[in-house]
């Protein structure tokens, strides 16, 4: 059978998987490629950490220059995380004729525009199936299978780490802290878990799943998003006592104005399929105008759902169909897309609203009163039991409101903020019905 030589550089959580399936299942990749994927070379920076796969003899080095210099391998898995050297490797196996299979969504949210242009004009490809939602195929579907589509929608959870960590907290079984830190040791964390948890990572997916889907070049900078970091248990217990789960949501829909995008933790109603979601579990719906609605849920993290989804792009390039997707798809081309970005202050929908109110007659009139002077009708009031905070009475109040706009909201409770009887620390969150 024929061989096609690859290369691995990067060889941690997601590396050791790829080499695991390269190795150990190369007849599955043979059938699917009609040719032998042969790994040739893994390059790391330490050659002498332990690894958790064993190699054929030869192939693990920190020489990337002997890679470069193989003009029999012509295709590798970059799964070096983070910008630099992430960035100038990837020029340089390109530039030394290379296709390139990457997980990289941060690098590619950062510099897609650059590295897809070098890519065309060597008439090389680069394939990113893993770089979205691991091992969840939401990449090829979007980008091919929606074709006859105009996606309307894409609202889902792409980050494992803070899905399992609030699933945690909603279970009971652990603290943010805790949590965060299996989340490390099972490999599902970024070596600086910071963007996982602070909404980052997130953006930086739906950057690239709407870009696909919309041909947007919003930079992820500029999605409003806010992480899983600031949540409290308090606020998870409360909205699940009102029937719902805390989920960090990618957002990016047409409505009248435009496009809106968000990226926030934000109830969602038990029972309905975002909500059950858990651990490092990550889901993806997509409404398309012909189709309808279609749901995606697998692991979003991880390292064989990510090695997985990996090794997939590995064959379509061998095969020579990942070359001809890029192509055809243009993506990051200077071509600037007509669709209009909404304003995001004219967002509607439902918010729960938590005040520490101090506990005095008429404290809660006046948080009605100011709602309603804003115009926000009220859907339910609950009133949570009292804490002594400071020598006062401190009493939670939970406030879940009708459909109502981002605008209205902030500015309803910035008004709120100032008054003598709220305590510091108001919670305001979306809820999606
Ligand atoms: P790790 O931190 O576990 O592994 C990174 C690897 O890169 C290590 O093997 C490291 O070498 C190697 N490396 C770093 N710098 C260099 C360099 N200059 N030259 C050669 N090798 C280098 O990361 P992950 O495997 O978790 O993630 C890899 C990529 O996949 C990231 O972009 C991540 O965002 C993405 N991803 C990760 C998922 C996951 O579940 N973990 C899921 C989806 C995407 P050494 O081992 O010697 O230190
Ligand atoms: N750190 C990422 C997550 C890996 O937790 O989702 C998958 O991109």
């Given at each position: 059978m024929e061989k096609t030589k690859v290369g691995i550089v990067g060889m941690g959580t997601v590396g050791t998987g790829v080499a695991r399936l390269l190795l150990d299942h190369g007849d599955r990749t043979a059938r699917h490629a009609g040719r032998t994927l042969w790994l040739e070379h893994v390059i790391v920076r330490d050659v002498a950490k332990p690894r958790d796969v064993d190699l054929p003899?030869?192939?693990?080095?920190?020489?990337?220059d002997r890679l470069l210099a193989d003009q029999q391998v012509t295709l590798v898995a970059q799964l070096v995380g983070g910008i630099e050297p992430a960035r100038t490797i990837m020029l340089r196996l390109l530039e030394s004729g290379k296709d390139v299979v990457t997980a990289n969504k941060a690098l590619l949210a950062e510099h897609g525009p650059e590295l897809f242009d070098r890519a065309r004009e060597l008439g090389r490809s680069i394939s990113f199936e893993a770089s979205v939602a691991g091992g969840i195929p939401i990449v090829a579907n979007i980008s091919q299978c929606f074709g006859a589509n105009q996606i309307t929608s894409i609202r889902g959870i792409l980050n494992g780490t803070s899905n399992f960590i609030i699933t945690k907290m909603d279970q009971g079984l652990g603290d943010y802290t805790s949590a965060l830190k299996d989340a490390q040791r099972l490999g599902f964390?970024?070596?600086?878990?910071t963007m996982d948890v602070d909404g980052t990572d997130v953006a930086q997916k739906l950057a690239i799943l709407s870009h696909l889907a919309f041909g947007v070049r919003q930079h992820w900078s500029e999605i409003p998003r806010r992480g899983?970091?600031?949540?409290s248990k308090l606020d998870v217990d409360y909205a699940r006592q009102l029937g719902y789960r805390i989920k960090l949501i990618a957002y990016s829909e047409f409505t009248g104005d435009g496009l809106q995008m968000f990226v926030s933790p934000t109830l969602v109603r038990v029972g309905t399929p975002l909500a059950e979601v858990r651990d490092n579990f990550n889901a993806i719906s997509v409404v398309g105008d012909a189709v309808g609605r279609v749901f995606y849920h697998g692991?979003?993290?991880?390292q064989m759902p990510t090695a997985s989804a990996v090794v997939a792009d590995m064959i379509d390039t061998a095969v020579g169909r990942a070359r001809i997707t890029f192509q055809t798809l243009k993506?990051?081309?200077k071509q600037e897309s007509t669709i209009a970005m909404a304003d995001p202050r004219k967002l509607r929908s439902g918010y729960y609203l938590r005040f520490q109110l101090?506990?005095?007659?008429?404290a809660l009139g006046q948080v009605c009163t100011i709602l309603g002077n804003h115009n926000i009708s009220v859907s339910d009031v609950i009133q949570h039991k009292a804490d002594l905070v400071d020598d006062q009475n401190i009493v939670p109040v939970v406030v879940m409101t009708h459909p109502t706009t981002e605008a209205q909201t902030a500015a309803a409770v910035e008004e709120l903020n100032r008054l003598a009887i709220v305590h510091p620390a108001t919670e305001r969150l979306k809820v999606l019905d």
């Open positions: 003899a030869g192939l693990l080095s920190n020489d990337l964390a970024e070596a600086d878990p899983i970091d600031s949540v692991q979003g993290a991880g993506l990051w081309s101090i506990d005095k007659p008429g």
